[in-house]
């Protein structure tokens, strides 16, 4: 890593609100803390606001901001790679977005990054999503993020099929397939399902309020005890 993004590093991890010890910048950037400490010491006497001592921990004065959109090489190939795959493995109005967020980001970056969108050495196989799933992966987003219920017919893996009604949570991608984890009126408990067993999939625009015991947090807290 070059010193001046270390320096821009450093300047990322402190905070106005906590300290950051010199043991914990070492081990993010993988250098001494004597290294950090002359960071430090560096970054003061260039009019960055670090308050703090070694031992103590550092902090940021509260009003500095940083400049916006310093990515490193590797941040920058990560955020590229993130959007192919939200491009190939998700819906339209999905992929459209990630396509127009990486236009933007590229139109601003320092021009010294910019051949980076055009690297070829990492890709995403296109997987296009089969039959109404794109469709279904679009409704079931934005009903989570209304927080209004769902209705479906499905399709178990044994072929019994049940007219369900779901509160959807979340959403899970395993590789070519996606589940939604929601709270099932049917069995009055929490179900995975497959997006493309799901049939005439429905928002009914009715609101559900987030529960104790029903949250996405909740389900997640039963997986983690199995």
């Known amino acids: 890593m070059r010193r001046a993004d ?15 010890t010199a043991r914990q910048l070492a081990d993010t950037l993988d250098v001494s803390e004597r290294t950090i400490y002359r960071d430090i010491q560096d970054l003061s006497l260039s009019g960055v606001p670090v308050s703090g001592e070694a031992g103590q921990g550092y902090r940021l004065l509260p009003g500095f901001r940083l400049p916006p959109l310093m990515f ?6 990560a955020i590229i790679l993130g959007a192919r795959m939200v491009r190939a493995w998700t819906d339209k ?9 990486l236009q933007k980001i590229e139109h601003v970056v320092p ?13 995403v196989p296109d997987f296009p999503m089969e039959g109404m799933a794109g469709e279904q992966l679009r409704q079931v987003r934005q009903a989570i993020r209304k927080q209004i219920k769902l209705k479906m017919d ?15 949570l979340g959403l899970f991608y395993w590789g070519k397939v996606w589940t939604v984890v929601g709270w099932c009126e049917l069995r009055d408990a929490f179900r995975n399902f497959r ?3 799901m049939q005439n999939l429905q928002p009914t625009n009715i609101p559900f309020k987030s529960q104790q015991g029903r949250t ?7 997986v983690c005890e199995l």
């Open 154 to 168: 499905y399709t178990r893996e044994d072929g019994q099929q049940s007219r369900r009604v779901i509160q959807p």
């Open 216 to 222: 996405l947090q909740d389900d997640l807290s039963i």
């Open 93 to 101: 109005d999905l992929a459209r977005s990630a396509h127009q967020a």
């Open 72 to 77: 490193t090489e590797e941040e920058l190939e």
């Open 111 to 123: 021009e010294r990054l910019r051949p980076e969108f055009d690297k070829q050495e990492i890709q």
């Open 195 to 197: 997006l493309d067993r």
């Open 6 to 20: 270390r320096l821009f590093q450093i300047v990322q991890q402190l905070h106005p609100s906590r300290a950051v």
